[in-house]
């Protein structure tokens, strides 16, 4: 009955105290049903605005796709930064599948979301 009460805290702003002292004797189903009509109205809005954003997919998914450029260029400069700057072994994480030419002249692959150390090439 706590945790019904908290819940019931939550959702409308009102101390568990005055909730108890309001629904009084009338028992657990009464306070479930205070829970469910509370939980209900609090969530409202937010269902709102899911179906809005659900009707805009076109949007959301240019969204989704400017964000993962941006990731990638981030990502990039960093492991062209962390290259340059490191002489030994290099452990970052990436994207999988990547294959990216070393300063040393190797290639650099990625395994399940791993930089692997570039093999170098020996050159003649």
């Known amino acids: ?6 819940i019931l805290s939550l959702t409308t702003g009102n101390s568990p105290v005055a909730l108890a002292e309001e629904i009084g004797d009338g028992g657990g189903g009464k306070l479930k049903q205070a829970v469910t009509d509370a939980l209900n109205a609090y969530l409202r ?3 709102s605005r899911r ?15 400017r964000g993962i450029q941006r990731a990638r260029e981030v990502g990039a400069q960093t492991i062209t930064i962390v290259s ?3 002489s030994g072994s290099m452990n970052a994480v990436g994207t999988f599948s990547t294959v990216l030419t070393s300063a ?6 990625i395994s399940n979301g791993v930089l692997k150390t570039p093999v170098p090439v020996t050159r003649s």
């Not at 009955?1 to 908290?6: D, G, I, K, P, S």
């Open 1 to 6: 009955m706590a945790n019904l009460l908290r």
């Open 45 to 47: 809005p937010i269902r």
């Open 51 to 65: 179906v809005e954003l659900a009707a805009q997919l076109n949007c959301i998914n240019g969204v989704l796709e």
């Open 84 to 86: 340059a700057g490191e």
């Open 104 to 109: 040393t002249g190797g290639t650099t692959t």
